[in-house]
């Protein structure tokens, strides 16, 4: 395994790795606020419809939402699991693990979908079929404009980031990473948890409403 | 007033106008003393200081913690006094007084029409009386537009879904300009009107000359009863509705435990979306009328609910 | 530097090598060549709009027209001039030179930005040229959503697209400042400009993301009608706007802030001078990007947010006030007891201190409650925006240009032909702007394409400015282009300035520094003679 340089532009391993390490964080806060605005109008919308909200969240399906959940959950669990493998050289079972989150991810989409489906079923898609009890319409179809902007653009990271982990896995396959040169696997495994804890923040807000008390 | 003879100036010509002109003045003067001192500094000492001349340059100062802490208050309570200056004009302006006379207003593209208590009607033009407060209600039938009289120094935006007010007082007779403030589409600059100020005998010469199709709350009555309403707030019905005598301006209790006031914007709302705020004690069964009454039906509804306030019914 | 050591201009002259190059000089070239363009289109859209304004009918275009220039006018001016030019150019160009590194920490992600710019830019285009758009460029609800016949989806498109551009220079920015300064490069002995750049990248990257999916959603809405700002469907209009001014107006802060850096270097170098009150100056800025992100509600004082939330923002608006006049109490007092020069650079630096001074205490009469309910929407704040916009943003740039003209090209441009320009534009401009003052107060709103006839001197007198004004935007465009073949070339450093940028060849090569440079004193060591930083 040849001896890891520090890419251009840079001195050190060390100021490359740094380098990495902020620029993802920083990417991280630009999707905070992304998300962020789409949770301030969840929290606008429901302020103004509360009931119409508890109602529309009792038809999410908290059972493949709770499973999704887990599943995600997991998949950090191996992928933090992974980066200290790697870091500790054991690139193939890092690969192993980074796979196996990935594929826990493909699941997660798989189970989205079949949620959609159902969703669609039950005719709870605004602008396709939305049809909902009078009394709580309004603002149920607010709530499923958002779970479905919201959780279309979570499974959209979680594509791009099963990509990546697939992408990263390949590497350390290869032997690529070690205690000195990690840098990609490192940034990875933060992009991979971003989206999970994005993920826990949509479960509470779409299926826990209307489902807890009297 | 001394400001009638600025010469171009058009002094305000409502109740607050002046102070709002005053406050303009006070805003000009603050910044014309800075840019002056600014602009001075700024020419002696691109003079004075010019390469090639040969002042004295010794004793620099990089930096000095009494200029940047002094000119930093400084400048911090000059603007304080002028936030408070202005926050506190604008409290009078946004808060009505108790008012004299109640007009609709409703925006659409590309025309203002305005409906009088009374009954009367305008397109594009507002008549009202001179010295006597003016609460004007803005609903809007389609897109944000902004009502706004520069000579009277107010603008307020007019959206849909809602009620804004205004209130003005004029101060002079004469006719002022009415104009769109917020773009609303093709026709935004010909969205204008004039507001006619009257001495109060003309105004009311006025009012009585106007083809007129019985009060607003009159009409409201007729269409009360046109839509149906009727059938379930008044007379025997089976379907158990909330009566409607003396219920303007009361709180009312509502199913979920919230306590509201039945102003313009609550009956609007329980008008078309019944469901939101049903009151204690009642079942949700009321229908919407979206989309089957237009902002200026909803007016003379409301109107019509208003002038049961004092538990009797207006005569038809 | 030695004869066979190429500039990176003379690296490689295959056209290819432009278009995947990852230099950061490169790329800023890439950027000036698109945003000059851009700046060119919006300005003919104004053309077309001052023309028309010249009398009170609407007679040279119809309605329609007249709201998809201006809706033009804005779009381009804002998101594919203001925003990007300083960070994108000089940015680009003199971060990793005045940190003393060989590029930008993400070289790479610097190409894919001027990429996504290009198609975001493209698709913009392409909306406003097919027939284009007239819901102006704050693309209020529930018009833009629900009434528009215009290419409002296309639109925001593209606008989105071109927001991940901002992004991601903001990101490059903020990780190569923190992480690639050569060593010795404290914090406080770095360049003003970088201080400047690094708050506007915190404000690209924090505000930028909200304005990405407040556009998201009007699509959505557009596409799907299914009520999110839409009030027939139970939606709030205001929530589009509180979202919107959320981002645009840390928005305007992304536009002055590097302004504002220019303007520091330029005082300072040609006041042989150092800064005065560095510290103070280096944290207003950060004050300004800070605060200026509680201020959005006022751009909403008569929209029928709560007055509660109206006194807060005014309150908000005077404290965001604060730093810029520290700022401009430093320039001034670094003049004092200087060496002043007048070449062009500086004349812009003072124009830029006066009109920006000008269009910020405008500022306050707006953020003032009582006096903005009467001015807002009017031709007032259009005069205010410009003058800081223009009067100052445009003015700085301008002063950037010719400062680095030298460092970049390796020609020095006709020093009397420059000065005579920005005498020119500063005469203009104010010609164009100052009536536009007058005609908020005298009641014309803004949009309008058809006025009062008694308003028709002030907008005549602004017209004509306005066509001063374009001539003077042109001038620069022929000397400096003139200067590309036959100006003098220019030494390392003709300004016999500090910073670490001039202490390599006028191109620089490739790789910036042949050593890298060991940073041991401030930036503005000026006097008794100028002392480089890594002397």
């Given at each position: 395994?040849?001896?890891?340089?520090?890419?251009?532009?840079?001195?050190?391993?060390?100021?490359?790795?740094?380098?990495?390490?902020?620029?993802?964080?920083?990417?991280?806060?630009?999707?905070?606020?992304?998300?962020?605005?789409?949770?301030?109008?969840?929290?606008?919308?429901?302020?103004?419809?509360?009931?119409?909200?508890?109602?529309?969240?009792?038809?999410?399906?908290?059972?493949?939402?709770?499973?999704?959940?887990?599943?995600?959950?997991?998949?950090?669990?191996?992928?933090?699991?992974?980066?200290?493998?790697?870091?500790?050289?054991?690139?193939?079972?890092?690969?192993?693990?980074?796979?196996?989150?990935?594929?826990?991810?493909?699941?997660?989409?798989?189970?989205?979908?079949?949620?959609?489906?159902?969703?669609?079923?039950?005719?709870?898609?605004?602008?396709?079929?939305?049809?909902?009890?009078?009394?709580?319409?309004?603002?149920?179809?607010?709530?499923?404009?958002?779970?479905?902007?919201?959780?279309?653009?979570?499974?959209?990271?979680?594509?791009?980031?099963?990509?990546?982990?697939?992408?990263?896995?390949?590497?350390?396959?290869?032997?690529?990473?070690?205690?000195?040169?990690?840098?990609?696997?490192?940034?990875?495994?933060?992009?991979?948890?971003?989206?999970?804890?994005?993920?826990?923040?949509?479960?509470?807000?779409?299926?826990?409403?209307?489902?807890?008390?009297? | 007033?001394?400001?009638?003879?600025?010469?171009?100036?058009?002094?305000?010509?409502?109740?607050?106008?002046?102070?709002?002109?005053?406050?303009?003045?006070?805003?000009?003067?603050?910044?014309?003393?800075?840019?002056?001192?600014?602009?001075?500094?700024?020419?002696?000492?691109?003079?004075?200081?010019?390469?090639?001349?040969?002042?004295?340059?010794?004793?620099?100062?990089?930096?000095?913690?009494?200029?940047?802490?002094?000119?930093?208050?400084?400048?911090?309570?000059?603007?304080?006094?002028?936030?408070?200056?202005?926050?506190?004009?604008?409290?009078?302006?946004?808060?009505?007084?108790?008012?004299?006379?109640?007009?609709?207003?409703?925006?659409?593209?590309?025309?203002?029409?305005?409906?009088?208590?009374?009954?009367?009607?305008?397109?594009?033009e507002l008549h009202i009386p001179v010295d006597r407060t003016v609460r004007l209600t803005l609903a809007s039938q389609d897109v944000i537009h902004s009502?706004?009289?520069?000579?009277?120094?107010?603008?307020?935006?007019?959206?849909?879904?809602?009620?804004?007010?205004?209130?003005?007082?004029?101060?002079?007779?004469?006719?002022?300009?009415?104009?769109?403030?917020?773009?609303?589409?093709?026709?935004?600059?010909?969205?204008?009107?004039?507001?006619?100020?009257?001495?109060?005998?003309?105004?009311?010469?006025?009012?009585?000359?106007?083809?007129?199709?019985?009060?607003?709350?009159?009409?409201?009555?007729?269409?009360?009863?046109?839509?149906?309403?009727?059938?379930?707030?008044?007379?025997?019905?089976?379907?158990?509705?909330?009566?409607?005598?003396?219920?303007?301006?009361?709180?009312?209790?509502?199913?979920?435990?919230?306590?509201?006031?039945?102003?313009?914007?609550?009956?609007?709302?329980?008008?078309?979306?019944?469901?939101?705020?049903?009151?204690?004690?009642?079942?949700?069964?009321?229908?919407?009328?979206?989309?089957?009454?237009?902002?200026?039906?909803?007016?003379?509804?409301?109107?019509?609910?208003?002038?049961?306030?004092?538990?009797?019914?207006?005569?038809? | 530097?030695?004869?066979?050591?190429?500039?990176?201009?003379?690296?490689?002259?295959?056209?290819?090598?432009?278009?995947?190059?990852?230099?950061?000089?490169?790329?800023?070239?890439?950027?000036?060549?698109?945003?000059?363009?851009?700046?060119?289109?919006?300005?003919?859209?104004?053309?077309?709009?001052?023309?028309?304004?010249?009398?009170?009918?609407?007679?040279?275009?119809?309605?329609?027209?007249?709201?998809?220039?201006?809706?033009?006018?804005?779009?381009?001016?804002?998101?594919?001039?203001?925003?990007?030019?300083?960070?994108?150019?000089?940015?680009?160009?003199?971060?990793?030179?005045?940190?003393?590194?060989?590029?930008?920490?993400?070289?790479?992600?610097?190409?894919?930005?001027?990429?996504?710019?290009?198609?975001?830019?493209?698709?913009?285009?392409?909306?406003?040229?097919?027939?284009?758009?007239?819901?102006?460029?704050?693309?209020?609800?529930?018009?833009?959503?629900?009434?528009?016949?215009?290419?409002?989806?296309?639109?925001?498109?593209?606008?989105?697209?071109?927001?991940?551009?901002?992004?991601?220079?903001?990101l490059n920015f903020i990780v190569t400042i923190h992480r690639l300064r050569a060593p010795g490069l404290t914090w406080y002995r770095l360049p003003i400009?970088?201080?400047?750049?690094?708050?506007?990248?915190?404000?690209?990257?924090?505000?930028?993301?909200?304005?990405?999916?407040?556009?998201?959603?009007?699509?959505?809405?557009?596409?799907?009608?299914?009520?999110?700002?839409?009030?027939?469907?139970?939606?709030?209009?205001?929530?589009?706007?509180?979202?919107?001014?959320?981002?645009?107006?840390?928005?305007?802060?992304?536009?002055?802030?590097?302004?504002?850096?220019?303007?520091?270097?330029?005082?300072?170098?040609?006041?042989?001078?150092?800064?005065?009150?560095?510290?103070?100056?280096?944290?207003?800025?950060?004050?300004?990007?800070?605060?200026?992100?509680?201020?959005?509600?006022?751009?909403?004082?008569?929209?029928?947010?709560?007055?509660?939330?109206?006194?807060?923002?005014?309150?908000?608006?005077?404290?965001?006030?604060?730093?810029?006049?520290?700022?401009?109490?430093?320039?001034?007092?670094?003049?004092?007891?200087?060496?002043?020069?007048?070449?062009?650079?500086?004349?812009?630096?003072?124009?830029?201190?006066?009109?920006?001074?000008?269009?910020?205490?405008?500022?306050?009469?707006?953020?003032?409650?009582?006096?903005?309910?009467?001015?807002?929407?009017?031709?007032?704040?259009?005069?205010?925006?410009?003058?800081?916009?223009?009067?100052?943003?445009?003015?700085?740039?301008?002063?950037?240009?010719?400062?680095?003209?030298?460092?970049?090209?390796?020609?020095?441009?006709?020093?009397?032909?420059?000065?005579?320009?920005?005498?020119?534009?500063?005469?203009?401009?104010?010609?164009?702007?100052?009536?536009?003052?007058?005609?908020?107060?005298?009641?014309?709103?803004?949009?309008?394409?058809?006025?009062?006839?008694?308003?028709?001197?002030?907008?005549?007198?602004?017209?004509?400015?306005?066509?001063?004004?374009?001539?003077?935007?042109?001038?620069?465009?022929?000397?400096?282009?003139?200067?590309?073949?036959?100006?003098?070339?220019?030494?390392?450093?003709?300004?016999?300035?500090?910073?670490?940028?001039?202490?390599?060849?006028?191109?620089?090569?490739?790789?910036?520094?042949?050593?890298?440079?060991?940073?041991?004193?401030?930036?503005?060591?000026?006097?008794?003679?100028?002392?480089?930083?890594?002397?």
């Amino acid at each position: 395994m040849p001896e890891a340089q520090p890419a251009f532009p840079y001195a050190t391993l060390p100021q490359q790795h740094e380098a990495a390490q902020l620029g993802m964080w920083t990417f991280l806060a630009t999707e905070i606020l992304f998300f962020g605005g789409l949770v301030l109008a969840y929290f606008v919308y429901h302020y103004g419809y509360p009931q119409d909200f508890d109602a529309a969240a009792r038809h999410t399906k908290i059972v493949l939402g709770t499973t999704n959940t887990a599943i995600l959950l997991t998949s950090s669990f191996l992928v933090a699991w992974a980066v200290t493998a790697g870091k500790t050289g054991f690139g193939r079972g890092a690969a192993v693990l980074l796979a196996a989150a990935a594929g826990l991810g493909l699941i997660f989409l798989a189970l989205k979908g079949l949620e959609y489906s159902e969703e669609y079923r039950e005719r709870l898609v605004p602008a396709l079929n939305f049809s909902f009890d009078a009394a709580h319409a309004r603002g149920a179809q607010l709530f499923f404009v958002f779970y479905f902007v919201a959780t279309g653009l979570h499974a959209i990271h979680v594509a791009v980031g099963i990509a990546i982990l697939l992408a990263i896995a390949n590497r350390a396959r290869q032997q690529r990473y070690s205690a000195d040169y990690h840098a990609p696997l490192t940034v990875a495994g933060l992009y991979w948890h971003f989206v999970d804890a994005v993920w826990v923040v949509l479960y509470a807000l779409i299926y826990l409403p209307g489902r807890s008390g009297a | 007033m001394w400001r009638n003879w600025i010469p171009f100036w058009h002094s305000g010509a409502s109740s607050y106008g002046g102070d709002v002109d005053l406050l303009f003045i006070g805003l000009l003067t603050v910044s014309l003393l800075v840019t002056a001192l600014l602009f001075t500094l700024l020419l002696t000492f691109a003079i004075r200081y010019r390469a090639t001349s040969d002042a004295d340059r010794g004793h620099r100062i990089k930096k000095s913690w009494h200029w940047e802490v002094g000119w930093t208050t400084a400048t911090f309570v000059a603007f304080l006094g002028l936030f408070v200056w202005g926050a506190t004009l604008y409290l009078r302006i946004f808060d009505a007084p108790d008012h004299t006379l109640s007009i609709y207003v409703v925006a659409k593209q590309w025309m203002w029409k305005a409906q009088h208590p009374g009954g009367q009607r305008e397109i594009n033009e507002l008549h009202i009386p001179v010295d006597r407060t003016v609460r004007l209600t803005l609903a809007s039938q389609d897109v944000i537009h902004s009502f706004f009289v520069p000579a009277f120094r107010v603008k307020h935006d007019v959206v849909p879904g809602r009620y804004q007010s205004l209130w003005f007082k004029a101060e002079r007779t004469g006719v002022f300009q009415l104009l769109c403030a917020e773009f609303c589409g093709t026709d935004h600059s010909a969205m204008t009107g004039r507001i006619v100020v009257m001495k109060p005998d003309d105004y009311t010469r006025w009012l009585s000359q106007q083809d007129v199709d019985g009060t607003l709350a009159a009409q409201g009555s007729a269409l009360f009863r046109e839509l149906g309403c009727s059938g379930c707030h008044m007379g025997t019905s089976t379907v158990r509705a909330p009566h409607l005598d003396g219920l303007y301006g009361r709180p009312v209790p509502l199913a979920d435990g919230r306590v509201v006031v039945a102003d313009e914007r609550y009956i609007r709302d329980s008008i078309l979306q019944p469901r939101a705020e049903v009151a204690a004690g009642y079942d949700p069964v009321m229908p919407s009328f979206a989309g089957r009454v237009d902002e200026e039906g909803l007016i003379k509804l409301v109107a019509y609910i208003k002038s049961l306030a004092n538990g009797a019914e207006a005569k038809p | 530097m030695s004869a066979a050591e190429p500039n990176y201009l003379t690296a490689d002259f295959r056209l290819r090598s432009w278009f995947i190059t990852t230099d950061h000089k490169r790329v800023a070239l890439l950027f000036f060549a698109t945003i000059t363009l851009f700046f060119f289109l919006g300005g003919a859209a104004a053309t077309l709009i001052r023309l028309e304004l010249l009398t009170p009918r609407g007679d040279l275009v119809t309605s329609d027209v007249y709201n998809r220039l201006f809706t033009m006018h804005g779009v381009i001016m804002v998101w594919f001039f203001l925003i990007p030019s300083i960070p994108t150019t000089f940015g680009n160009f003199m971060v990793p030179l005045m940190i003393g590194a060989r590029d930008l920490a993400f070289p790479r992600l610097n190409l894919t930005s001027w990429y996504l710019f290009l198609i975001g830019g493209a698709v913009t285009l392409y909306a406003l040229f097919i027939g284009g758009v007239d819901t102006g460029w704050t693309f209020y609800t529930p018009f833009s959503t629900m009434y528009s016949n215009g290419h409002v989806v296309l639109a925001v498109i593209g606008v989105f697209i071109t927001g991940f551009s901002s992004i991601l220079t903001g990101l490059n920015f903020i990780v190569t400042i923190h992480r690639l300064r050569a060593p010795g490069l404290t914090w406080y002995r770095l360049p003003i400009f970088l201080w400047s750049l690094y708050a506007t990248s915190v404000i690209l990257v924090l505000a930028t993301p909200v304005l990405a999916i407040t556009l998201l959603l009007v699509a959505i809405e557009r596409l799907a009608g299914v009520g999110i700002f839409d009030p027939k469907l139970g939606g709030d209009p205001l929530l589009f706007q509180h979202l919107f001014w959320f981002y645009s107006h840390p928005a305007v802060y992304i536009m002055i802030l590097p302004g504002m850096g220019v303007v520091t270097e330029l005082v300072t170098c040609f006041s042989r001078k150092t800064l005065f009150g560095y510290k103070f100056v280096a944290w207003a800025s950060m004050a300004i990007a800070a605060v200026g992100f509680f201020v959005w509600g006022h751009h909403m004082f008569v929209s029928g947010q709560s007055v509660f939330a109206g006194l807060v923002f005014s309150f908000m608006s005077f404290v965001v006030a604060v730093p810029s006049a520290i700022k401009v109490f430093n320039w001034t007092a670094t003049l004092h007891k200087g060496w002043v020069h007048f070449d062009a650079p500086m004349l812009y630096a003072l124009g830029f201190i006066g009109l920006f001074t000008i269009g910020g205490l405008t500022g306050l009469f707006l953020a003032s409650l009582a006096f903005d309910v009467w001015v807002t929407d009017t031709y007032f704040v259009i005069a205010h925006f410009h003058y800081i916009m223009v009067g100052g943003m445009v003015t700085a740039y301008f002063g950037g240009l010719h400062y680095w003209w030298p460092k970049i090209t390796g020609r020095l441009y006709p020093e009397y032909w420059a000065r005579a320009a920005a005498i020119l534009i500063f005469f203009g401009f104010n010609m164009t702007f100052f009536p536009q003052f007058i005609l908020g107060i005298l009641g014309m709103p803004r949009r309008y394409h058809a006025y009062d006839p008694a308003l028709q001197v002030w907008n005549v007198l602004s017209s004509a400015g306005a066509s001063v004004l374009a001539i003077a935007y042109a001038l620069p465009l022929f000397y400096l282009g003139w200067s590309l073949f036959w100006g003098r070339k220019a030494g390392p450093n003709p300004w016999r300035a500090t910073g670490l940028e001039w202490q390599t060849s006028s191109p620089p090569p490739k790789h910036n520094f042949i050593e890298t440079p060991v940073v041991r004193r401030g930036p503005y060591e000026y006097t008794p003679d100028p002392v480089p930083q890594n002397a």
